[in-house]
């Protein structure tokens, strides 16, 4: 186990370094240049070529590159054209935000998906089985932008129980965590339905029954420790779509996170912000997938990664 952790480590390093390139090309084919945007629309030609050999945009995409990426290495995300200050400090706030929502969202999403998938599969074909899918579909079905807009109509400006936007107290991360968390929780559902309708029709369950064991154990302890597998891959996979989602979300919940920046940076042609996000993004999945292969083997000995 340690010795395949150092190796999936080692290894994101090259990883990371194909990711920034393909960011830091992403980003160059955005429409729009940097220097207009920042000079505005009275500038001359002359002072916008100043404002790009100012920011280094004048110089070939090599060395662009390797002067971004030899930052990253040494801690320098670079600096943001538009607010004229570092990317570091433009994160440092921000982050916690996109985190604790994020982890708002996957936490209620992670059981209330189980919950429903288990208590499908155990009824299967059963009114609670049809009504837990539907909940499933539903949850697939609606963009979260829509929701989200629907559950501010409901519950900010018909009942006044949540506020529209901002973050002013816990009440403000309820909307934009269930908004950002129903797709997870629908997929999750129909996941652990699936999972566990599979692993109750095998023989050791039939086993286990057979010699008496309560259905409670029979359930949670032999048939969903074995489901447990796919419901961590499915989870560890949906996170990066709850990241992505937290873009849309930020913006429709006027939330000054990470996803907020990102679409604001993105107006603004600041590259050194966008690359910086992105390749955040990317390494915070890798490391979330690297986290969901260990833990497999914590709940599985079976599985062997040597």
Known sequence: MGKYAVKRVLSMIPLLIVISIIIFMFVRLIPGDPARQIGGPTATIGEIENIRRELGLDQPLVPQYLQWITGIFQGDL????????????????????????????????????????????????????????????????????????????????????????????????????????????????????????????????????????????????????NSSIDIITVTALQIGALIAGSVVVESVFSIPGMGRLLVDSIGFRDYEVVQALILFFSFEYMVINLLADILYAVINPRVRYE
């Open 78 to 225: 670079g600096h943001s054209f538009t607010n004229n200050t570092s990317v570091a400090e433009l994160l440092a706030p921000r982050l916690p935000i996109t985190i604790y929502l994020t982890i708002c969202s996957i936490t209620w999403s992670v059981i209330i998906g189980i919950i429903i998938g288990v208590i499908a599969a155990i009824n299967r074909g059963r009114a609670l089985d049809l009504l837990g899918m539907l909940i499933a579909i539903a949850g697939i079905s609606l963009p979260n932008f829509w929701l989200g807009l629907q559950l501010m109509q409901i519950f900010s400006v018909n009942l006044g129980i949540f506020p529209t936007g901002g973050l002013e107290d816990w009440r403000g991360y309820v909307l934009p965590s269930i908004a950002m968390g129903a797709g997870i929780m629908a997929i999750l559902a129909r996941v652990t339905r699936s999972s566990m309708i599979e692993n109750l029709g095998k023989d050791y369950i039939r086993t286990a029954r057979a010699k008496g064991l309560p259905e409670p154990r029979v359930i949670m302890v032999h048939a969903f420790k």
